[in-house]
């Protein structure tokens, strides 16, 4: 079956800089990759996601990047500001799959 | 408003004890999910289900039932249980369906100790 592995565990920033999260996947066939944000104590929300017809999309300080040839996708975070302090979750979906797969999760903290 | 909502969000169990996590959406939503949280490992898909009566397994199945009441009640059960299901538990809902691609909406999440 599908297998997500997130390549970055711990990520430390200074605020106002750049993060970047890689993850990658097994199969071919998958067609759907959402972001999640956990902050501490609390729930997954969903962040941004791309579909496998578009290598890039952006939403406000956030973009995700999909090469399906290398069967990757990354979430660049800029201009990071304290409250994108979290752990950052990476998820895949075969077309007509049953259910996400996530990745193990890479805890962002983003110092002043 | 969508909301998926789980009860109760703490739990304290015995090992060999019955545990009932239950989940509830008002989303009018066809797929209902249960993960498992550990650190090292993400979140690991138990069972999930596409409509009332249904049930699907998933990647951990292994000392985990699963029941779909109605379309917006999921329940997880865990009959006899173990110290390796302390966990941290979420329900999650979505539309679902072949090609479906929308972000699962997750609850607030169980936390499951069993002594």
């Known amino acids: 079956g599908e297998k997500v592995e997130q390549h970055e565990s711990t990520l430390s920033v200074r605020e106002g800089d750049s993060a970047v999260i890689n993850c990658t996947y097994t199969?071919?066939?998958?067609?759907?990759f959402p972001w999640y944000k956990q902050e501490a104590g609390k729930s997954l929300h969903f962040v941004i996601d791309i579909r496998s017809n578009v290598d890039r999309k952006q939403s406000q300080r956030l973009t995700v990047l999909l090469d399906k040839k290398a069967k990757r996708f990354s979430l660049h975070i800029t201009a990071t500001q304290p409250e994108d302090s979290a752990i950052y979750f990476c998820a895949a979906r075969v077309q007509g799959g049953r259910a996400l797969i996530f990745g193990t999760g890479t805890t962002v903290s983003v110092s002043p | 408003e969508a909301a998926v909502t789980q009860s109760p969000r703490n739990k304290v169990t015995v090992t060999g004890g019955n545990v009932t996590l239950s989940c509830r959406q008002t989303?009018?939503?066809?797929?209902m999910y249960w993960y498992r949280q550990d650190t090292g490992h993400g979140l690991r898909l138990i069972h999930y289900?596409?409509?009332?009566?249904?049930?699907q397994i998933g990647d951990v199945p292994d000392g985990y039932k699963a029941t779909r009441t109605t379309q917006e009640d999921f329940f997880l059960l865990l009959e006899l249980a173990s110290p390796s299901q302390t966990s941290l538990y979420f329900c999650?809902?979505?539309?679902?369906?072949?090609?479906?691609?929308?972000?699962?909406?997750f609850g607030e999440g169980t936390r499951l100790s069993v002594l």
């Open positions: 989303n009018s939503h066809n797929y």
């Open positions: 199969d071919t066939a998958s067609s759907y």
């Open positions: 289900s596409y409509g009332a009566g249904n049930l």
């Open positions: 999650a809902s979505s539309d679902g369906g072949q090609g479906d691609n929308q972000a699962p909406l």
